[in-house]
């Protein structure tokens, strides 16, 4: 494989760019592998380049039912961050920021991950005890946060509304100045390069329509081109679980829901942060091509389809305009929605099943973008290893028994309500 | 500065209205009824910005919405808006404009240099450098490039226009006034159909505003003027302007905004800039027309280079000349008729169509005019750097892959035409599959998800007598089917020039040893080598190539480039064009405002303000008020120069030791009725409610079905049937909710009627040691002693003539009563406890004092009970009921719900009974310990104990059970703060109770 | 026809809640507690008009298309 | 005693918005409507009691949706199924109603401090009501009555009058001054005029 460089990239433009290689191929699927990922997103991407740099397990294929990095890696706000209050989140997502900081040179690819800074405003004192909790906790976890008043904020996002006709005053914020933004479908692409590099077959247009399993054991899976069988299986399709789940006749603790995100056309830099509203849902930050990157609340409903209504963005978008006023006069460019699969604590699923052979890895609700690294490399291990490792140990699906939730937010299983 | 390129007598334009405005710092003259495009065309201006990534010299290519290149920053009434089309934007008095995206000026722009580098900078370069050294990326080569992209210049200051939002419905919507919009428009109308047609422009007739037709003896324009005026007249029919259907969205709601006042130098005073309008529309028509596209030729984005289409729009519509050695380049029929209105004023366009020997009467036309016409001939590429200067043009072989000898030819503008690509956005919006129609080489809208239909060119029809007949015929029948009407208008006769089929040609082959960029994308520049090294390195789905080279991402979302992107891929892949699929249509089709989305909901009302009866009363009386949801309520009553811990404290204090009032409306209230209301409660809440006497209240938890506390509060038997409910207000909406869900879908057996009366009620808590001396006085004929109103008692009184309900309740840990008069007496009764209670002196208090107060008696609230805790965690398991079931019950048996060393809360006192406790604190063992440090529990109230005059807080600590008496660490890494703590037993205050009961 | 704004989401319609005082497995708590189908297609749901006349009512919706094809009272049984 | 309507603080009187140069009859009206009594009456569902045997203030209840049956004095709003909102300027209905509707079939629920009431009346109602509401105001009839939300505040609409348009809306009181606000807000492109 080609190292990307600036010196290769000299040489190639001196050679009318005709000689670069493949980013990744676009192989025949094999009779059978040790082991067969399901979902080529961002988490199954990064899963198969972990078993094979971590556990040299490269006899690896990942099917994906459309084009890689179509789902939720390619339709998210981009944000990454570690600004968790329960220590099982909160020491995953760190370990993953570990992951971030040396992604690109690590894939040899830039994914543009640009640590800006994440404030969350507080509305009231109230909110600034609420965002204290979770600051002191991750402190207390070795994770960076600060805790920032109301003229800390207007110093660092003079654009919010500091004025009287103002609904809900700015108190402070809660910043985590390591959290920040990556270029989403680079990090999908990245990962399909080094895995397609290590071995790993990467095939697209490969829908699964069914599985093998006997005697409590996973045999292989049934796809639109071909039987393909395999020692080991890790499901890892976001918004489309239950949909496989019910193939292997599982109920999951699981809801698919739509959420949209939208963004302005580009303007010059106005926005160098990542901010979130406090009195409701709403989030920010501003792409390297000059957008305005926003999101909010889910539409409210389960659906599939990826499409959105008008009314929930309104929603978002008042929210924004609440926030920082002078967005009104920008104009909204593009919208979309994505479907995710949301738990019902809120918190994700990476674990084993009562099917020996079959790995889980879903639930991660609106999160899952800023898991990539630490999910595929988690995800990875508990399948090389047959057992979980303590980083994922807090994301079993056996709480839902036991009672032992992360329910972050204590909105409990009305996971429509955002 | 004359308008050296505008015909005189041609046009729709008022030439009695010269109209001044100034563009990058110079002043021009246009008229009224010009674009921003169209005056600066007319003045000789050609030059207006630069692309996004090379920096390259940009002009105008559109007329319209399509427009990929001509944005400008506008100046209006003192506010400044970025990235106008300045084909869209309408002239006006002082119109101020300014290039964007370049610097220090449009026609030196120091980022040209890219231009030069552009070798260096293909698709996706992004991702193979800027890596090393590591942090370089977010310090150095990222703020560079953030500052090199964007367009224009977001202004931070608050917008002060008005944008609206109207909720519409009809029968049918129609999209677009060209031809078929008017045709169904007018059929449906008379058909008796309640109609709404929306143009996106400011002139109603699309193209029968620039094509030479005929229609019933008319021209299209004139017919097109007489439809509009009949239109209007009619009380079924709205028509409206400047207004774009641009999204289509579940059960036939579609969006469409109305530019009220952009056109205009100022919005008029209490009307809006915007209006947005949500139609729900029985039946959607959408005649949106086609797109003129684009043939890819080399250097085709030079200023200069524009649509064939846009050209002919300039001067039928503005009288405006786009140059004055026009060189036409089509593969089709479209370009002669453009070539034939330039001939008509005087100007000798030449025509190179890459056709071999078309046959047609447009084609006669032009040759009986004389205009010269190369056959089999092709733009190589374009000339001239700020604007066409010549054309490198060749005969193409009949493959279409083989260019002759390079001729040079000069011209000072290059009109394009590659035939048209229907406008199917709103179609594929609304969840239509569109399928490919190699007859126009391009997608058209397959079979109907929702009610629409498309219609005309948007449909891939491109006559004007089969638009007509089509549009006419399917809006009388869908009318028809709403109205029941039969009422069919008379087809006109139409006469049209017959043109004959398109060459299917798309892209210009590189000569031999020249690399000219051929452009896609204009704004994005994205060039067809782009699209190559895309697929050459894999990015190969449609979605990829879209997202690595960014083709069709910029603010015109493709209008002119996506087809030919498809076309290019496709043949690279050798797959047909339908194989490679196009990516999705969303919402908007074109950039919609952010404040016209938002509406009226904006600043102080961005969510609604409730307030309770008393509120004036408090305001008067230097309340700061907090946000409790939407409520606003009294924090502290100000006096002074006290902060926010000293009125508090004084408050507290106060209650403490006389007596104080507390508005506590905001309380949900719930009247719950029925023979078998008991029964509900014993099922809502976790204790036994079977027994409670009439004239009693009894204070109770509820759960959710997880397990969870979801609520507390009190709930008192009014009489037998009839009890009234109170909850916390963060939960009153919910618990109203989960109430009806068990009543109408659980149990439906259940005969009860919940209603809130959270409005009905004004609430004012008095509490305090003095609180019954106050309360006699208040009510002389009641017996309110010990005897006569018990702890957790009720009844009704006269308060001066107003009815009133008494409950002795307390969460203050004193001696307290709730008194409740119906709302509109609220503020009297308010006043008399304020004035009888001056020989007590009584003193109102805020949440602050209130929060002190129950936190001091242990009495959990908002923050531990925050939807992550069971009862046993509050300190509530007392109150779970082990013999019946209840809500929520079955989930208590957890096994981490019952583990030995749950968490409990527990009250937290500083060793040095001095240092406040910040909220939000966490406890440990070791405050020394190496991070990650495991945390027992937290810190969830703090307050000063008016008691004891010292801090105390309330945590939720793990094992809290077995901690009493133990020694740890508050820690707020936060803040600094290392504490050391003694926990106790969360009943601070009264633990007994005894106070309460006095 | 009525909008959406005036209407709460109250999730999956077929999900029974288990009989009061029943003694019930795990298994099956949970499965009313947490586990859903939440399948592609069509879906019974629950709504409640709550800016209305606050009445729930069972709405068969199309997850993929969000075409609604039926809609019953509270007390009316979904048929199978 | 004094006792304070729900607008008493937002409610002032004078012309507003773009009323000059127009005819003061082709301006809209808002007016704060108090002192009505308001009862929620709901059938349980044992109740066998036909609804053809009671009568209030001489007015059935309908069992029939938007529908408000009426007299000068007493408007009864369909709420819900078997579930109304009577609304009348004769108080003392409340204790006649409470004899008709039996405890055992019946919630009776007085409300009448619950709401805030703004009227408002003239050529433009609609247009107001069309700018915060989604309903399809155009289906809106003399004597019907529904519940919606304008700009995200539930409320309800009765429709009193068609020549000109006059409805009154309901509003939680607490949600009082902000429905005020937005609808003050709506009217100002039309003008209009309010009087205490």
Redesign the interface.
């Known amino acids: 494989m080609q190292k990307?460089?600036?010196f290769?990239?000299?040489k190639n433009?001196?050679s009318?760019?005709?000689n670069?290689?493949?980013?990744?191929?676009?192989p025949t699927p094999k009779k059978e592998y040790d082991v067969v990922i399901i979902g080529g997103g961002g988490h199954g991407l990064a899963t198969a380049y972990y078993l094979a740099k971590e556990h040299n397990i490269t006899n690896v294929a990942i099917i994906e039912k459309?084009?890689i990095?179509?789902g939720n890696v390619?339709r998210n706000t981009t944000i990454i961050r570690s600004n968790y209050m329960y220590?099982d989140n909160a020491?995953f997502s760190e370990f993953g920021m570990d992951l971030w900081?040396?992604m690109?040179?690590d894939l040899?690819?830039?994914?543009?991950?640009?640590?800006?800074g994440i404030i969350n405003l507080a509305?009231?004192?109230?909110q600034?005890?609420?965002?204290?909790?979770?600051?002191?906790?991750m402190?207390?976890?070795?994770i960076d946060?600060?805790?920032l008043n109301r003229e800390q904020v207007k110093e660092i996002i003079?654009?919010a509304?500091f004025?009287e006709?103002?609904?809900?005053p700015i108190f402070g914020g809660l910043m985590q100045p390591s959290a920040?933004t990556a270029?989403h479908?680079?990090v999908a692409?990245?990962y399909a390069r080094q895995a397609d590099s290590m071995g790993v077959d990467i095939i697209?247009n490969c829908e699964v329509v069914g599985f093998d399993v006997s005697n409590g054991k996973i045999k292989g899976v049934r796809t639109s081109r071909g039987d393909i069988s395999a020692k080991k299986i890790g499901l890892c399709v976001a918004g489309?679980t239950?949909?496989l789940a019910?193939k292997l006749n599982m109920?999951?603790?699981?809801?698919?829901h739509l959420l949209q995100a939208c963004v302005?056309?580009?303007?010059?830099?106005?926005l160098?942060r990542v901010v979130t509203f406090g009195?409701?849902h709403f989030y920010i930050s501003?792409s390297?091509?000059?957008e305005m990157v926003m999101g909010g609340d889910l539409d409210?409903?389960?659906?599939?389809?990826q499409?959105g209504?008008?009314?929930t963005?309104?929603h978002v978008?008042?929210?924004?305009?609440?926030m920082m006023?002078?967005?009104?006069?920008?104009?909204?460019?593009?919208?979309?929605g994505g479907i995710m699969d949301m738990s019902?604590d809120g918190s994700p699923i990476i674990d084993k099943t009562h099917i020996e052979g079959l790995y889980l890895n879903c639930g991660w609700c609106y999160g899952g973008f800023k898991a990539t690294p630490a999910s595929g490399w988690t995800f990875a291990h508990t399948i090389a290893q047959d057992r979980v490792h303590k980083l994922n140990s807090g994301y079993s699906l056996n709480r839902?028994?036991?009672?032992?939730?992360l329910?972050e937010?204590?909105?409990?299983?009305?996971t429509?309500i955002s | 500065m004359t308008q050296s390129f505008r015909l005189e007598n041609v046009g729709l334009i008022n030439r009695n209205k010269k109209i001044s405005f100034k563009f990058n710092g110079k002043k021009y003259y246009g008229y009224e009824g010009d674009t921003l495009a169209s005056a600066l065309i007319a003045n000789g201006v050609h030059l207006i910005g630069r692309s996004?990534k090379y920096h390259r010299p940009r002009g105008f290519f559109g007329a319209g919405v399509d427009e990929p290149y001509a944005i400008v920053q506008l100046y209006r009434n003192g506010?400044t808006?970025?990235?106008i089309k300045a084909t869209e934007q309408e002239l006006f008095d002082g119109l101020v404009a300014t290039s964007v995206n370049c610097w220090p000026s449009v026609k030196f722009d120091i980022g040209a240099i890219n231009n030069f580098l552009k070798?260096?900078l293909?698709a996706g370069?992004?991702?193979?450098?800027?890596?090393?050294p590591?942090s370089f990326?977010?310090k150095v080569y990222?703020?560079f490039?953030?500052?090199a992209?964007?367009?224009?210049?977001?202004?931070?200051?608050?917008?002060k226009?008005r944008?609206e939002h109207k909720y519409e419905y009809c029968d049918l919507l129609i999209a677009g006034s060209g031809p078929s919009g008017l045709a169904s428009a007018y059929a449906a109308a008379k058909n008796g159909a309640r109609v709404i047609l929306a143009e996106e422009k400011s002139r109603f007739g699309g193209t029968l505003l620039t094509s030479d037709v005929n229609i019933g003896n008319k021209s299209g324009k004139e017919w097109a003027e007489g439809i509009i005026a009949e239109l209007t007249e009619m009380p079924n029919v709205t028509i409206k302007n400047r207004s774009q259907v641009f999204?289509y969205?579940?059960h036939n709601?579609l969006?469409m905004s109305e530019r009220i006042s952009d056109h205009l130098p100022k919005t008029k005073k209490f009307h809006p800039k915007q209006r947005l309008w949500?139609i729900r529309a029985k039946e959607v028509l959408i005649s949106a027309g086609s797109i003129e596209r684009p043939i890819v030729f080399g250097n085709n984005d030079t200023p200069g280079v524009m649509l064939s289409s846009a050209a002919k729009e300039y001067l039928k519509v503005y009288g405006v000349l786009v140059g004055k050695k026009p060189l036409i380049f089509t593969n089709n029929d479209s370009g002669y008729e453009t070539a034939i209105e330039f001939k008509k004023n005087g100007i000798d366009p030449i025509i190179l169509d890459t056709r071999e020997n078309p046959q047609s009467e447009i084609v006669d036309d032009a040759k009986e005019l004389g205009i010269n016409i190369k056959f089999s001939y092709v733009v190589v590429a374009a000339q001239g750097y700020k604007k066409v200067k010549s054309a490198d043009i060749a005969k193409i072989s009949v493959n279409k892959e083989e260019l002759g000898e390079i001729e040079n030819i000069k011209c000072d503008c290059i009109c394009v035409s590659g035939f048209w690509t229907p406008t199917i956005h709103l179609a594929s919006?609304s969840g239509n599959k569109t399928k490919f129609n190699e007859n126009i080489d391009a997608f058209v809208p397959g079979k109907s998800k929702q009610n629409e239909t498309t219609l005309g060119a948007a449909n891939g029809v491109y006559t004007l007598d089969e638009t007509l007949k089509s549009s006419f015929e399917t809006a009388h029948e869908l009318s028809k089917k709403i109205t029941n009407n039969d009422n069919k208008i008379s087809f006109p006769n139409v006469i049209e020039k017959k043109s004959t089929t398109h060459d299917k040609f798309w892209c210009v082959p590189l000569p031999k040893g020249k690399?000219y960029k051929r452009f896609l994308d204009f704004q994005n520049d994205v060039a067809v080598?782009d699209i190559?090294?895309a697929l050459?390195?894999?990015?190969?789905?449609i979605?990829?190539v879209k997202?690595?080279t960014t083709l069709g991402?910029a603010?015109d979302?493709g209008k002119t480039s996506n087809l030919n992107g498809l076309q290019l891929v496709s043949k690279i892949e050798n797959k047909v064009v339908p194989a490679v699929g196009h990516t999705?249509f969303?919402?908007?089709y074109s950039?919609?405002?952010?404040?016209a989305?938002?509406?009226r909901?904006?600043?102080?009302?961005?969510?609604p303000?409730r307030k309770s009866p008393m509120h004036n009363w408090h305001e008067q009386n230097n309340a700061v008020f907090?946000?409790a949801g939407v409520w606003l309520r009294p924090r502290y009553y100000k006096i002074g120069d006290e902060n926010l811990f000293e009125a508090s404290k004084r408050e507290a204090k106060n209650v403490r030791t006389n007596v104080g009032v507390c508005d506590v409306t905001t309380l949900g209230k719930i009247d719950i009725k029925g023979p078998d209301a008991g029964e509900l409660l014993n099922r809502v809440y976790t204790n036994a409610w079977l027994k409670l006497p009439v004239g009693k209240a009894r204070y109770g938890v509820m759960l959710?079905?997880?397990?969870?506390v979801m609520d507390d509060g009190t709930t008192t038997r009014i009489s037998e049937n009839h009890y009234h409910m109170t909850t916390t207000t963060a939960q009153a909406a919910n618990v109203l909710s989960h109430l009806e869900y068990y009543l109408q879908l659980v149990w439906p057996e259940l005969n009860v009627n919940v209603v809130s009366t959270t409005e009905q009620w004004a609430g004012a808590a008095i509490a305090g040691p003095k609180s019954r001396d106050l309360l006699q006085k208040l009510f002389p004929s009641c017996d309110v002693s010990k005897e006569g109103l018990p702890f957790m008692g009720y009844m009704e009184g006269d308060l001066f003539g107003v009815k009133a309900r008494i409950f002795r309740i307390s969460f203050s840990g004193e001696l307290a009563y709730e008194v409740n008069v119906e709302s509109d007496n609220g503020n009297f009764m308010w006043e008399k406890i304020i004035e009888v209670g001056q020989a007590f002196k009584i003193q109102p208090y805020g949440t602050e004092a209130l929060s002190t107060l129950r936190i001091e008696m242990g009495h959990v609230a908002?923050?531990e009970l925050?939807?992550?805790t069971i009862p046993y965690d509050n300190s509530l398991e007392g109150l779970v009921s082990k013999k019946k079931d209840f809500i929520g019950k079955r989930?208590l048996t957890?096994?981490?719900?019952t583990a030995e060393d749950r968490q409990k809360v527990v009250g937290v006192v500083p060793l040095d009974k001095k240092t406040s406790i910040?909220?939000?604190?966490?406890l440990?063992k070791d405050s020394n310990a190496p991070?990650?440090?495991p945390?027992l529990g937290?810190?969830s109230a703090s307050c000063w104990s008016v008691e004891y005059d010292n801090p105390f807080s309330l945590a939720i600590l793990k094992d809290g059970k077995n901690m009493i008496g133990k020694k740890l660490f508050v820690?707020?890494?936060?803040?600094n703060k290392v504490i050391p703590v003694e926990i106790v037993s969360s009943h601070y205050v009264d633990p007994k109770g005894e106070r309460v009961r006095s | 026809m009525r909008?959406?704004?005036e209407f709460s989401?109250g999730?999956?319609a077929t999900v029974k809640r288990p009989e009061l005082n029943k003694d019930i497995s795990?298994q099956e708590w949970?499965?009313f507690?947490?586990?859903?189908?939440?399948?592609?297609g069509k879906?019974w749901?629950l709504w409640q008009h709550l800016s209305g006349c606050r009445q729930w009512i069972k709405v068969e919706?199309d997850?993929?298309?969000?075409e609604i094809f039926n809609t019953l009272k509270a007390n009316e049984d979904i048929s199978q | 005693m004094s006792s304070i309507s729900a607008l008493a603080n937002v409610h002032l009187a004078g012309q507003f918005g773009d009323h000059e140069g127009k005819n003061e009859n082709n301006l809209l009206r808002i007016s704060e409507k108090k002192n009505l009594l308001i009862v929620q009456i709901v059938q349980y569902k044992v109740s066998t009691v036909s609804l053809e045997n009671i009568s209030i203030d001489g007015l059935k209840l309908k069992n029939e949706p938007l529908s408000v049956t009426n007299n000068n004095d007493t408007r009864i709003l369909w709420n819900g199924p078997k579930n109304w909102l009577l609304v009348s300027s004769k108080k003392d209905l409340i204790t006649n109603i409470f004899q008709n509707f039996k405890e055992n079939d019946f919630a009776v629920t007085d409300l009448s401090h619950s709401r805030a009431i703004i009227e408002i009346e003239g050529q433009d109602v609609k247009e107001v009501l069309k700018k915060g509401c989604p309903f399809n105001f155009n289906t809106l009839e003399k004597n019907n009555s529904i519940n919606s939300t304008y700009n995200g505040i539930a409320f309800t609409v009765d429709m009193i009058s068609n020549n000109p348009d006059k409805v009154r809306l309901f509003a939680l009181r607490s949600f009082g001054e902000s429905l005020y606000h937005s609808i003050t807000d709506a009217s100002l492109e039309f003008g209009y005029y309010s009087k205490l």
């Open positions: 990307y460089s600036i290769n990239l000299v433009a001196l009318n760019h005709e670069w290689d493949l980013a990744w191929k676009d459309g084009w990095g179509g390619g220590d020491l900081r040396s690109s040179q040899n690819y830039n994914v543009m991950f640009s640590p800006r509305h009231s004192d109230a600034m005890n609420i965002y204290a909790r979770r600051g002191n906790s402190r207390l976890n070795g946060a600060v805790l003079p654009m509304d004025s006709n103002v609904r809900f920040g270029r479908d680079a692409w990245g697209q489309s239950n949909i019910e109920t999951l603790p699981i809801e698919t302005s056309e580009p303007v010059k830099p106005v160098d009195a409701g501003q390297d091509k000059g409210g409903y389960n659906s599939y389809a499409r209504n008008l009314p963005l309104q978008l008042t929210e924004g305009i609440a006023p002078f967005l009104s006069k920008l104009k909204m460019l593009r919208t979309w019902m839902f028994n036991t009672g032992h939730l329910d937010k204590g909105l409990g299983t009305r429509w | 996004f506010e808006e970025p990235n070798i260096f293909p370069f992004y991702y193979k450098t800027f890596m090393w590591k990326w977010y990222e703020p490039i953030r500052k992209a964007g367009l224009g210049v977001a202004s931070i200051k608050h917008d226009e944008y999204g969205y579940d709601m969006v949500y919006q690399n080598s190559e090294i050459k390195e894999g990015y190969r789905s979605e990829h997202r690595y991402m603010t979302q999705t969303r919402p908007p950039p919609v405002s952010i404040g989305i938002v509406g909901e904006v600043g102080k009302h961005s969510k303000t907090v946000d959710r079905e997880d397990g969870i908002g923050s925050d939807g992550r989930s957890k096994e981490a719900f910040p909220e939000g604190s966490h440990v991070l990650p440090n945390k937290f810190i820690m707020s890494p936060l803040k | 909008s959406q704004n989401y999730g999956d795990d949970n499965d507690v947490y586990n859903r189908k939440s399948l592609r879906h749901e919706r997850t993929a298309t969000h």
